[in-house]
T-cell receptor, first 116, second 114 residues
Framework: DVKVTQSSRYLVKRTGEKVFLECVQD?????MFWYRQDPGLGLRLIYF???????EKGDIPEGYSVSREKKERFSLILESASTNQTSMYLC???????????????FGQGTRLTVV | AQTVTQSQPEMSVQEAETVTLSCTYD???????LFWYKQPPSRQMILVIR??????QNATENRFSVNFQKAAKSFSLKISDSQLGDAAMYFC???????????FGAGTRLTVKP
């Protein structure tokens, strides 16, 4: 089974702190994603990465950065946390293999971040 | 970027009955993938069903089936013989083959009444 692990399930940080959310996958997937989930807004893409050291901005990259130094790890960084970044953060990974049809994303269990 | 719209924030169904969740999307691409994911209270996102855009045949997975209308850019999920365990948030998702990103709708919260 594919496993996507997020380092924390719950996190409380203070305004202005630098916050690191870590995500690790064990299936050698090329693609990794960071979403935030808010009621009524669904999952909004923050950043995704299609290879080591490669990244693409999603819909809401402002206030966030990412790092992908190794294939299995994709980190989301809040440079200076603000209260409007209080949210659920979901990490996902996938590959695109048309031959096998394995195209879906596999998700971690989410990190509920509260910024006070 | 592609957009995914789920127009039903909440739906309710009686146990053993059938319910249909709606999803529309906007894209200029001809080849892509569509998915329905389920998110129960545990928060773990679970794939329910997938559809390749080049396939005309609607995907089915046990009690779950889709009605894929490519020209109308519509991708609805039908749940037959609803069970209490089907209660969850359901998200429709679009996967681009050009840039590999994946976009989700706002979700539909399904309640199953015993």
């Amino acid at each position: 089974d594919v496993k996507v692990t997020q380092s924390s399930r719950y996190l409380v940080k203070r305004t202005g702190e630098k916050v690191f959310l870590e995500c690790v996958q064990d299936m050698d997937h090329e693609n990794m994603f960071w979403y935030r989930q808010d009621p009524g807004l669904g999952l909004r893409l923050i950043y995704f990465s299609y290879d080591v050291k490669m990244k693409e901005k999603g819909d809401i990259p402002e206030g966030y950065s990412v790092s992908r130094e190794k294939k299995e790890r994709f980190s989301l960084i809040l440079e200076s946390a603000s209260t409007n970044q209080t949210s659920m953060y979901l990490c996902a990974s996938s590959l695109v293999d048309a031959r096998t049809g394995l195209t879906e994303a596999f998700f971690g269990q989410g990190t509920r971040l509260t910024v006070v | 970027a592609q957009t995914v719209t789920q127009s039903q924030p909440e739906m309710s169904v009686q146990e053993a009955e059938t319910v249909t969740l709606s999803c529309t999307y906007d894209t200029s691409e001809s080849d892509y993938y569509l998915f329905w994911y389920k998110q129960p209270p545990s928060r773990q996102m679970i794939l329910v069903i997938r559809q390749e855009a080049y396939k005309q045949q609607n995907a089915t997975e046990n009690r779950f089936s889709v009605n894929f209308q490519k020209a109308a850019k519509s991708f609805s999920l039908k749940i037959s013989d609803s069970q209490l365990g089907d209660a969850a948030m359901y998200f429709c998702a679009y996967r681009s083959l050009n840039n590999n990103d994946m976009r989700f709708g706002a979700g539909t919260r399904l309640t199953v009444k015993p």
